[in-house]
C-alpha cells in the first residue's frame, strides 16, 4: 500500500503544482500585459507618475516574491496579515496618486492588480485573508473617491460600484474559486486514486487467499474423497478403528483449514485449539499449554507444527495435553496422551527453526 500511496501523493502534488503555476502566470501576465500598459497611457493623469511607477514596482516585487515563495512551497510571509498589509500598502500608494475623477477610470490599475496580486501571496491561507484584502481595497479606493472628486453624484457612486464588484472582486474572486477548485480537485483526485488502489491491493489479497484456500481444499479432496468414496459403497468399514482413525485425522485438518482462514492474534495457538476439538467432540480431556512468544509463522510452518499433534490426539483415549512452546529463533509442538491398549503414553513432537 506504501507504493499506491505515494502515488496518490505525487498526483496531489502534481495538480497543486500546475495550480501554482496556473496563477502565477495569470497574475504575472495581467501585471505586465494589462496594467503597465494602462499606467504608461494615463501617466499623464497621475499627480506624480514617478511614484506611480514605483507603487507598480512595489507591487511586482511582491509579486516576484510570492511566485517564487508559492512555486517552492513556502508562504509568502510568516503571517497572512503581513501579506494583506504589503498589499494593500503599495495599492494604497498607487491609489493616492489617481485624481479622484479618475478612480472609476482605466489610470486606476491598482483597484484589480491590489486583489489578484493579494490572491497569490496568500493563495492557500483562510477566506477571511481575502476578505479582509476586498474589504480594504474597496474602502480605500471609495476613501480617495470621497475626499479628492468633488463632482460626486448618483452616477459615479454607481459607477464605482460596478467597477468595484467586476474588477475588485469578481475577476480576483473568478481567479480564487478557479485556485480553490483545482486544489480540491487535486484532493479528490489523490483520495481516489488511494481509494482505487486500496480496493486493488484488497482485491489481490483476496484472490490470493481463495487461490490458496482452493489448493487446501484440493489437497484435502485427495484425501477425504476417497474415505467417503469408501464408506459410500462398502469397501470400507465404518466400524474398523482404522477408519475411524482415518476420519478423525481428516475431521481434524478441516477443523485446521477453517481455522486457516480466520484473522487472530495467534494463528498457531488457534489452530491447535481447533483441532484439540475435533479430540473432544469424542470425550478426550484436552489440556493446551503455552510457553514463550510465538514469532510469526508461514501456513506451511504451522501445518507441519499442527500434524504431529493431530496424530496424538486422534490416538488419545481419555486424555491428551498439547505444549506450545514459542522462541525467537523456534517454535516446538508436542503432543501426549494416552492410548487404548498402551500401557506408555504416545509422545510426538515436531520442531520448527529460523532459517
Given at each position: 500500500m506504501t507504493g499506491e500511496g505515494d502515488q496518490a501523493a505525487r498526483i496531489r502534488s502534481g495538480l497543486a503544482r500546475a495550480l501554482d503555476i496556473s496563477v502565477v502566470v495569470i497574475v504575472g501576465v495581467w501585471h505586465v500585459v494589462y496594467v503597465l500598459p494602462s499606467l504608461v497611457l494615463s501617466a499623464g493623469l497621475y499627480r506624480a507618475a514617478g511614484t506611480e511607477l514605483i507603487a507598480w514596482a512595489l507591487l511586482a516585487a511582491l509579486l516576484v516574491h510570492g511566485s517564487i515563495r508559492l512555486l517552492t512551497g513556502r508562504p509568502a510571509f510568516a503571517h497572512w496579515w503581513w501579506s494583506a498589509a504589503a498589499v494593500i500598502a503599495a495599492g494604497a500608494l498607487a491609489v493616492a496618486m489617481v485624481p479622484g475623477d479618475q478612480i472609476t477610470g482605466a489610470a486606476n490599475w491598482a483597484f484589480g492588480d491590489v486583489v489578484l496580486i493579494g490572491v497569490l501571496l496568500m493563495l492557500r491561507e483562510r477566506l477571511i485573508a481575502f476578505g479582509v484584502v476586498f474589504l480594504a481595497n474597496i474602502l480605500l479606493n471609495l476613501s480617495v473617491l470621497l475626499l479628492t472628486d468633488h463632482h460626486i453624484d448618483l452616477t459615479v457612486i454607481a459607477r464605482f460600484l460596478v467597477i468595484a464588484c467586476a474588477g475588485g472582486v469578481l475577476v480576483p474572486s473568478a481567479v480564487l474559486l478557479a485556485a480553490r477548485a483545482l486544489d480540491d480537485a487535486a484532493a479528490v483526485a489523490g483520495f481516489a486514486t488511494a481509494q482505487r488502489a486500496e480496493s486493488s491491493a484488497d482485491r489481490e489479497v483476496a484472490d490470493a487467499l481463495h487461490e490458496a484456500r482452493r489448493e487446501r481444499y484440493e489437497s484435502l479432496r485427495g484425501q477425504v474423497a476417497p474415505l467417503l468414496d469408501g464408506l459410500a459403497d462398502g469397501s470400507l468399514d465404518p466400524d474398523s478403528p482404522d477408519v475411524q482413525r482415518r476420519c478423525a485425522i481428516e475431521?481434524?485438518?478441516?477443523?485446521?483449514?477453517?481455522?486457516?482462514?480466520?484473522?487472530?492474534?495467534?494463528?498457531?495457538?488457534?489452530?491447535?485449539?481447533?483441532?484439540?476439538?475435533?479430540?473432544?467432540?469424542?470425550?478426550?480431556?484436552?489440556?493446551?499449554?503455552t510457553a514463550g512468544p510465538l514469532p510469526e509463522l508461514p501456513l506451511e510452518a504451522r501445518r507441519i507444527l499442527t500434524e504431529p499433534a493431530i496424530e496424538a490426539l486422534v490416538a488419545s483415549s481419555t486424555w491428551a495435553r498439547v505444549t506450545v512452546y514459542g522462541g525467537p529463533d523456534e517454535v516446538i509442538v508436542s503432543a501426549v496422551g494416552d492410548q487404548a491398549g498402551r500401557a506408555d503414553p504416545v509422545w510426538l513432537e515436531a520442531r520448527w527453526q529460523h532459517q
Open positions: 475431521a481434524a485438518r478441516l477443523r485446521r483449514l477453517f481455522a486457516e482462514s480466520d484473522d487472530v492474534p495467534d494463528p498457531l495457538l488457534h489452530e491447535v485449539r481447533a483441532c484439540a476439538n475435533v479430540a473432544e467432540r469424542r470425550g478426550v480431556l484436552v489440556e493446551l499449554a
